[in-house]
Each structure stands twice: as structure tokens, then as C-alpha cells.
């Protein structure tokens, strides 16, 4: 089955330390997306991606950093800059950015904790 | 720019009522409209969309939504809801990018 594999599921750190969040997909998909999910708050958008090698801030996009060297990865990196990095995050993909009518394809996310 | 406004936080109803889940979008432009639910501790799946066409969408889980330009809204309702549709549910709106609301947790009771 096709589908969105996000590892590990929980995450655990100490301040100051940067963590790499890990997504890879089977669907074929181009595009692929990093969401923040705070309680009370929705989706934030933190980057995406439409091809290999390029991807674009999203709307809370400091202290966070990306890479898309293969179609099928898309890790996250929370750095120590990132000055709340507790919370739920949610990966997912879709066809083709320019396709607004494709519905997102998610994770199962990654909770991170740092204490 | 587009939004999304969720007027309920949360929602709890006895099993086998009816529910509305009710969801606003603000934008200049036609968008397309979305509903996704999320189970805890896992990601969003989707319920259904509205592209075009008839205004009254059905989705998974007999779960249906019915978009109202006029009033700008697109809320989702379902005749009878059993335990195991407690669970957060988010409206979304997509132009350039996909925007959500920020959820409504239905809790159903026996």
C-alpha cells in the first residue's frame, strides 16, 4: 500500500540539541509538506517542497530547516534556534503543488518533546 | 488571502444524534474545500471534498457537507454518530496552499 511513513513516532530531547525528523513517501508524489499541529491552533505550515533540490518557507519557518535530495524524503530538522519545538508534527504530500483540487496525504507524525 | 474559521471548539453528543460541525472561509477567489478527521496520535485523513458541482458532498463514514456561497460556509453533518466517530476534525480551504481550521473535537457519549 501506498503511503506516508514518518519515524519515530515519539522523540525525546534535551534543549539545545538539534533533532532530525524523519518522512518518506511511495506515493509518487511531488509535492511534500511539513505541518505543526498545536493544540487549539490547526496546521501550521513550516515548509514544503514541489521538486527534488528546491523548497520554500512556509509560514513559521525559523528554527526549522529541510532537504528533498530524493523525490521520496523530505526530513525535517528542528534546530536549536527553534525557541518552542514541543508539539505534534505532521508530514504529508500531494500530486502537484499547482493542483489546489489534490487533497494532502499525511503521516502518522512524529511527537517531539524537549525538555 | 484565504482562511478558515471553525465556530465550534468542541462538541460532544449522545450516540446515535445528529451532528453539525459547522466551518466559515473567507477568500476573494473560488477555492476548494475540504474536511479531514484525525484519530489520536495519528495523522489527518480525509472526509470529503467540494471541487464543483452539486452542492451537497458525501464522504467516508456517512458523513456529508454542504457548501453555501452566498453564506460562505461549508459544514459537515452526520444523521447518526456511533462512539468510534470521537475524534478532531479540521476544515480546510486550498487556493496556493491548503489552510485549516483550527479543529473541532467531536466527543460522542454513549
Not at chain 1, 91 to 114: K, Q
Request: with cysteine.
Amino acid at each position: 500500500d501506498g503511503g506516508i511513513t514518518q519515524s519515530p513516532k515519539y522523540l525525546f530531547r534535551k534543549e539545545g540539541q538539534n533533532v532530525t525528523l524523519s518522512c518518506e513517501q511511495n506515493l509518487n508524489h511531488d509535492a511534500m509538506y511539513w505541518y505543526r499541529q498545536d493544540p487549539g491552533q490547526g496546521l501550521r505550515l513550516i515548509y514544503y517542497s514541489q521538486i527534488v533540490n528546491d523548497f520554500q518557507k512556509g509560514d513559521i519557518a525559523e528554527g526549522y530547516s529541510v532537504s528533498r535530495e530524493k523525490k521520496e524524503s523530505f526530513p525535517l530538522t528542528v534546530t536549536s534556534a527553534q525557541k518552542n519545538p514541543t508539539a505534534f508534527y505532521l508530514c504529508a504530500s500531494s500530486m502537484w503543488r499547482g493542483m489546489p483540487e489534490s487533497p494532502l496525504h499525511f503521516g502518522n507524525g512524529t511527537r517531539l518533546t524537549v525538555t | 488571502a484565504q482562511s478558515v474559521t471553525q465556530l465550534d471548539s468542541q462538541v460532544p453528543v449522545f450516540e446515535e444524534a445528529p451532528v453539525e460541525l459547522r466551518c466559515n472561509y473567507s477568500s476573494s477567489v473560488s477555492v476548494y474545500l475540504f474536511w479531514y478527521v484525525q484519530y489520536p496520535n495519528q495523522g489527518l485523513q480525509l472526509l470529503l471534498k467540494y471541487l464543483s458541482g452539486s452542492t451537497l458532498v458525501k464522504g467516508i463514514n456517512g458523513f456529508e457537507a454542504e457548501f453555501n456561497k452566498s453564506q460562505t460556509s461549508f459544514h459537515l453533518r452526520k444523521p447518526s454518530v456511533h462512539i468510534s466517530d470521537t475524534a478532531e476534525y479540521f476544515c480546510a480551504v486550498s487556493f496556493n496552499d491548503m489552510r485549516f481550521g483550527a479543529g473541532t473535537r467531536l466527543t460522542v457519549k454513549p
